[in-house]
């Protein structure tokens, strides 16, 4: 059981270039979630999806697109990476009537 | 104003000591209160909710004032292990367990 994986580990592009940051759970979660995370600030919602099937916007969403490929996956792509979206970025999980979200290891983001 | 506002430290005590830690938030309305458990360059753990009557887990004791709009971490007899960066999370009264609101953290080293 690894929980919540996330890919890659750490990644460097230049501004214009596009990634997605790939992230499963095997916990048979169905709720997701992306955030990022900045120095001297919490962690900051870009999109999650309540269950298989539904995205939405968090409170960080623009530069961003998600994709909830099936209960197990849910991607983050950058179509155009810019030096603000320079960050960690965490995905989560969440089984329905627990509060307790369960994190991956992270994805450290640089963009030149 | 931040949502979430806590002290960023750090927090230098000795083994064996004990430290409080307090956050602050701005929505009277918020719901639900806990307190994650962030180790450097790694992703964040729940360590315990926090309930209006204050609850206790062992060392750590979390107590939540709806009056003033706290909440407070007080750990003691601390371990080298407890050296952390302590996370304060606030759920809001609209969107449900879906949009966690994080404090920025608040950094304690405990040194022999």
């Known amino acids: 059981n690894a929980g919540v994986t996330q890919t890659p580990k750490f990644q460097v592009l230049k501004t214009g270039q596009s990634m997605t940051l790939q992230c499963a759970q095997d916990?048979?979660?169905?709720?997701m979630y992306w955030y990022r995370q900045d120095p001297g600030m919490g962690l900051r919602l870009i999109y999650y999806s309540a269950s298989e099937g539904t995205t939405d916007k968090g409170e960080v969403p623009n530069g961003y697109n998600v994709s909830r490929l099936n209960k197990r996956e849910f991607s983050l792509r950058l179509e155009s990476a810019a030096p603000s979206q320079t960050s960690v970025y965490f995905c989560?999980?969440?089984?329905?009537?627990?509060?307790?979200?369960?994190f991956g290891p992270g994805t450290r983001l640089t963009v030149t | 104003r931040k949502e979430v506002e806590q002290d960023p430290g750090p927090f230098n005590v000795p083994e064996g000591a004990t430290v409080a830690f307090n956050c602050t938030y701005s929505n009277s309305a918020s719901q639900s209160f806990f307190w994650y458990r962030q180790d450097c360059r790694k992703e964040p753990k729940l360590l315990m909710s926090?309930?209006?009557s204050g609850n206790e887990d062992g060392r750590f004791t979390a107590q939540l004032n709806r009056a003033s709009q706290y909440i407070s971490l007080l750990i003691r007899d601390s371990k080298l292990s407890d050296s952390a960066t302590y996370l304060c999370?606030?759920?809001?009264?609209?969107?449900?367990?879906?949009?966690?609101?994080f404090g920025a953290g608040t950094r304690l080293a405990v040194h022999p």
């Open positions: 926090v309930y209006s």
């Open positions: 999370v606030v759920i809001p009264f609209s969107g449900g367990y879906n949009k966690l609101i």
């Open positions: 989560a999980s969440r089984t329905g009537g627990s509060y307790e979200q369960y």
């Open positions: 916990m048979n979660h169905n709720s």
